[in-house]
């Protein structure tokens, strides 16, 4: 979908953040060998081995699939980087993802069937009384190509520069990045700044929602016009700089200790197209399941948020190798906006070294609070002043928990297997809501289950 990509971005994750399929070891790898053969062809036998032997390949899948019949997604990506000498390097990564599945609209569930207009315009769908309204039109494909150069500048500095390129059916983003590091303390203390611009463009199906204008009633005989009412273009943008400051650390010959210092700014369109409000009659919910009526059809409105967010961010992971080359590896990370959120990620990792093979358990915690504009619905009295507004739960109060674990088996010539089991859980809170709301599941917990298998070689 088009804005907050988990990456989160899944903070998720996104963000952290997903599969249909999964692409075999063997394919992957006879992929990355056709890639490697078709860059060098026209090369003498021997000099296409000596060529390869300055690759380093890593090609993974990941599997990602929500409970209840919600997102799947599936994730192949394929890195591949040429090393120069031990400090210069170019790295070239593809990802091809595709989701299907349900995503929840932001409406409330209510003890009497509803019906939804698809954000095409074209169609309906219903949801059952005491259902989660989910869209089930999710879908999304995407492919995403990035390369980044790093290499020193002297003995006591470095740098990189990258540049990104993401496309999808109604989302395109492109931007560069760069960095440059000091070395001090005969290499012990690195100081390193960064940054990043991408620019991006929105073009969801249906066009751009008037935000808070009201969602057209399915099956009206003015639908198509009080569709296009609620709509205001069929295209927008919105550009995010980053930039970071870092120092890494070694403290002794088995510790190693960053800290970070982030801040992003996000300027433009950064409403997400799909999501809509439920507007909740004031009289206790006693009729219509508790949503407000107009002409005798429940009314929602599309969601609103500010067009500028600022957020930063302070990160520190320590690394500590124990005599027997076991690993632990710990960070915490605060994050805190102009929304309103504030959020703390805990990540704890154990790798169990056992000869060829390793075990690595992760527990992950995060949590946040809601946006300052975060409403689980409105009501009748309320809904035409409000300024900005969202029932999405990735802005709500919320905890999630990850457990994980990843095994690898390292091969001769130093190539890997690794596959990575983890189990994530989602818990929002709120107010229970009052009338008929009260007998409904508003802060609904989510699973997934996320599956990744991969071969370094």
């Known amino acids: 979908m088009a804005v907050t990509k988990m990456t989160s971005q899944t903070e998720q994750a996104v963000a952290e953040h997903q599969l249909t399929h999964e692409t075999s070891k063997a394919s992957l790898t006879m992929l990355l060998a056709s890639a490697g053969c078709a860059l060098l062809a026209g090369l003498p036998n021997q000099a296409q081995a000596s060529e390869l032997d300055n690759w380093d390949f890593d090609a993974a899948t ?28 170019l790295n070239l990564k593809l990802a091809l993802d595709t ?60 740098y990189s520069a990258g540049g990104y390129l993401s496309s999808e059916h109604d989302y395109r983003s492109l931007g560069v990045n760069g960095s440059i590091s000091r070395y001090l303390n005969e290499k012990n203390t690195t100081i390193t700044l960064g940054g990043s611009f991408s620019s991006d463009s929105i073009d969801p199906e249906g066009g751009l929602p008037i935000g808070l204008s009201a969602m057209a009633v399915p099956g009206s005989a003015n639908f198509d016009q009080d569709f296009s009412n609620s709509r205001q273009g069929s295209s927008d943008d919105k550009t995010i700089t980053d930039f ?26 950064l409403t997400d197209p799909y999501k809509i409000v439920s507007v909740i009659d004031d009289s206790s919910g006693d009729n219509y399941g508790g949503n407000y009526q107009v002409n005798g059809q429940n009314l929602y409105i599309y969601e609103k948020r500010p067009d500028t967010r600022l957020k930063q961010a302070l990160y520190w992971q320590t690394k500590y190798q124990r005599e027997n080359s076991d690993i632990i590896d710990f960070s915490y990370r605060f994050m805190f906006d102009d929304w309103g959120i504030n959020s703390h990620t805990l990540d704890l990792k154990y790798r169990w070294q056992l000869g060829d093979h390793y075990l690595e358990p992760q527990l992950r915690w995060y949590s946040q609070s809601a946006a300052d504009f975060y409403q689980r619905y409105t009501t009748a009295s309320d809904y035409q002043n409000v300024d900005e507004i969202s029932a999405d739960y990735r802005l709500g109060d919320m905890d999630t928990y990850t457990v994980g674990l990843r095994y690898g088996y390292r091969m001769a010539g130093g190539s890997e297997l690794y596959a990575r089991l983890a189990l994530y859980q989602q818990q929002s809170s709120g107010s229970s809501g009052f009338g008929k ?19 370094k070689f």
């Open 62 to 89: 990941l599997i990602y699939a929500e409970s209840d019949s919600r997102v799947t997604a599936a994730e192949p990506v394929i890195s591949a980087t040429r090393n120069f000498d031990s400090e210069t390097k």
């Open 244 to 269: 970071l400051v870092g120092v890494t650390q070694v403290i002794n010959r088995r510790t190693l200790m960053q800290f970070n210092y982030s801040i992003s700014a996000s300027d433009g369109y």
């Open 99 to 158: 989701l299907t599945g349900a995503s929840p609209s932001g409406a409330t569930p209510s003890d009497q069937a509803q019906t939804f207009a698809r954000p095409s315009g074209r169609g309906d769908y219903d949801i059952k009384a005491g259902e989660q309204p989910l869209d089930d039109t999710f879908r999304d494909s995407r492919a995403a190509f990035s390369a980044t150069w790093s290499a020193p500048i002297n003995r006591d500095w470095a």
């Open 437 to 455: 709301l009260k007998e409904q599941a508003l802060y609904p917990d989510t699973t997934a289950t996320m599956l990744t298998v991969g071969y």
